[in-house]
């Protein structure tokens, strides 16, 4: 098990392009999280996956913005139409929850993120 | 709107001494409080966390206290040392809203010889 892998690792853009980020789960965790963080911020969060299925998205996620998780293994994020304020990390997370059961922890694993920079 | 108010942004501490970042939050719904320390290049990772049954939850050299009533919680560093220096951040979450956490917006920690 290496982690969770992010794909690029840095991505330099001119405004007005599409760019899509790759996330790698641990392969047994059925949740994928993921959050933006921009500098001398703590992560927000943006979306989550439960297996294939996108449960919940952030009103920070726009419409530019779109996730997916088609077998419920690896996800990507896309932003089309990108914008200088669309610079920042790009962190993916995953964790395993036992479905059904009380309240747990819930442990999120994070990737090492991907650097967006719009220029 | 912030949930999850962390304080200091930044803090320096001598090797040996005691690191303490102080967390605040609205939601008394949150029934999850991890803390998490980040490297530069680095994803957050899970340092320790507890659970508002709890006042105090202790693992090696770290240590947090909760208190429910004033709605606070602090990470407590003993023994600092200089691979502790990183960024720390305290979250939230709650389990019955996809367990999403709610991040404070770091502590940026550096322990000098």
């Known amino acids: 098990d290496t982690g969770v892998s992010q794909n690029p690792r840095h991505k330099i853009t001119k405004r007005g392009q599409n760019v899509t980020f790759r996330c790698d789960p641990i392969s047994e965790h059925n949740r994928l999280y993921w959050y933006r963080q921009t500098l001398g911020q703590g992560p927000e969060f943006l979306t989550y996956?439960?297996?294939?299925?996108?449960?919940?998205k952030s009103r920070l996620l726009s419409d530019r913005f779109s996730a997916e998780r088609p077998k419920g293994s690896f996800s990507t994020l896309e932003i089309q139409r990108t914008e200088q304020g669309d610079s920042a990390m790009y962190l993916c997370?995953?964790?395993?929850?036992?479905?059904?059961?009380?309240?747990?922890?819930?442990?999120?694993?994070f990737g090492a993120g991907s650097r967006l920079t719009v220029l | 709107q912030q949930q999850v108010k962390q304080s200091p942004q930044s803090l320096i501490v001598q090797k040996g001494g005691i690191s303490i970042i102080n967390c605040a939050y609205e939601?008394?719904?949150?029934?999850?409080f991890p803390w998490y320390q980040q490297f530069p290049g680095k994803g957050p990772a899970l340092l320790i966390a507890i659970r508002p049954d709890v006042s105090e939850k202790k693992e090696g050299r770290f240590t947090i206290s909760f208190n429910k009533s004033a709605k606070q919680f602090s990470l407590h560093i003993m023994d600092s040392q200089p691979g502790d220096s990183a960024t720390y951040f305290c979250?939230?979450?709650?389990?019955?809203?996809?367990?999403?956490?709610?991040f404070g917006t770091g502590t940026q920690l550096k322990v000098e010889l």
């Open positions: 997370a995953s964790s395993l929850v036992y479905l059904g059961r009380g309240s747990g922890a819930n442990v999120l694993t």
């Open positions: 979250a939230a979450s709650l389990t019955g809203g996809g367990n999403k956490l709610t």
């Open positions: 996956f439960q297996n294939e299925a996108q449960l919940e």
């Open positions: 939601n008394t719904a949150f029934d999850y």
